[in-house]
């Protein structure tokens, strides 16, 4: 009997070890106290998407050790609520390696849905082109699983060689689809670009085009409100979040300020701006988990944001206490 219960357990052990590390995991349900909204890990550059009621929420997870000053990104976590209070980490995570082309480096990303599927824009460091990338993976969840749905860089550096000479200008992408169904990508360093998406929402569908911004230095988002589209975006460094609005996707954008002040203690400056439940969030990292929050460990943190009657946006004031009702 103990021979074979042995044997048993040495299947059950070499099945296992098939598995990804992640399958073994469990999604982690926790009410947030507060900003930062996760305290026992490190989460930057956050992008949300209100699909079904609920708020998804997918951030880059920061796994540099203390005191060590790098950026350290091997994968995306994704986090959902109902209510934006109860929170729930699930444990499938995206990793850069995931595409085949990239050698890692996990940095900003956005997910949207078309037609029941789910599509993932991500910034890796390309494997045989030098430079950062844009890639896109698919899934029929938005909790995943996700894959490569290209096998291929949507976006590499040697694209936009004419508008800037540095090695990473092809980051944080963001991706928005207009009402007349066209979507768009947005990304950038330094250079803001866009361009046209093909339905089905992994070929470029036109030439990039540069976007003048003053101040801009990253992390571009579109969203709409009341008619207008608003992009905002990082801004100097250490960064700030500005914003620019225009009643077309395609501009003119007249620059309308700074939104968010610099975060403490974090040298980057990232957001998502949602609409949800009849009330609008600014979601956003920084440095605020201590004794070692930085601008390579950074923290998830959401606060209320509020339109002017001209549609222009109130400064976003940054707390600690958060979402409380």
Same mark, same amino acid.
């Given at each position: 009997?103990? /021979?074979?219960?042995?044997? =048993? ?28 909204? $996760? ?10 998407? $209100?699909?079904?009621?609920? $708020? ?19 994968? @995306? ?27 890692? &480096? ?6 949207? &849905? ?14 045989? =082109?030098?430079?950062?990338? %844009? ?35 092809? =980051?944080?992408?963001? $991706? ?10 947005? @990304? ?19 030439? %990039? ?5 003053? *101040? ?11 008619? @207008? ?67 390579? /460990?950074?923290?998830?943190? =959401?606060? *209320? ?21």
């Amino acid at each position: 009997m103990n /021979r074979k219960l042995n044997m =048993i357990l040495l299947a059950l052990l070499l099945c296992a070890s098939w598995l990804p590390a992640s399958a073994a995991e469990k999604d982690t349900t926790f009410v947030a106290s507060g900003n930062p909204i $996760v305290s026992y890990k490190y989460l930057g550059d956050p992008a949300a998407l $209100v699909y079904d009621g609920t $708020v998804y929420i997918y951030a880059g997870h920061d796994e540099c050790p203390p005191p060590e000053q790098y950026y350290l990104m091997n994968e @995306w976590c994704i986090l959902s609520t109902t209510d934006m209070k109860t929170f729930t980490e699930h444990a499938y995570t995206l990793k850069a390696k995931d595409f085949k082309w990239a050698k890692g &480096e996990a940095w900003a990303s956005q997910v949207i &849905e078309r037609n029941g599927k789910f599509y993932w824009y991500v910034t890796v460091e390309h494997a045989t =082109i030098p430079g950062k990338s %844009i890639g896109v993976a698919v899934a029929d969840s938005p909790l995943g699983p996700f894959k490569d749905a290209r096998g291929s860089a949507l976006i590499t550096n040697d694209m936009t060689t004419e508008y800037t000479s540095i090695r990473w200008d092809d =980051i944080d992408p963001t $991706v928005y689809i207009d009402e007349d169904g066209q979507a768009y990508l947005f @990304w950038g360093n330094t250079q803001c670009y866009y361009a046209k998406l093909k339905e089905n929402m992994i070929e470029l569908d036109g030439p %990039i085009k540069p976007i003048q911004l003053p *101040r801009f230095t990253e992390a571009p988002w579109i969203h709409k409100h009341n008619g @207008w589209y608003y992009l905002s975006f990082a801004s100097e460094f250490p960064e700030k979040i500005c914003y620019a609005m225009s009643r077309s996707i395609n501009g003119p954008w007249e620059y309308k300020g700074i939104l968010n002040e610099i975060a403490g203690n974090s040298n980057t400056n990232h957001q998502a701006i949602i609409d949800f439940k009849g009330k609008s969030y600014f979601i956003y990292h920084n440095g605020s988990i201590n004794p070692n929050g930085c601008g390579f /460990r950074r923290a998830l943190c =959401i606060d *209320r944001l509020y339109y002017n009657e001209d549609g222009t946006i109130k400064r976003i004031q940054m707390t600690t206490e958060g979402i409380t009702k």
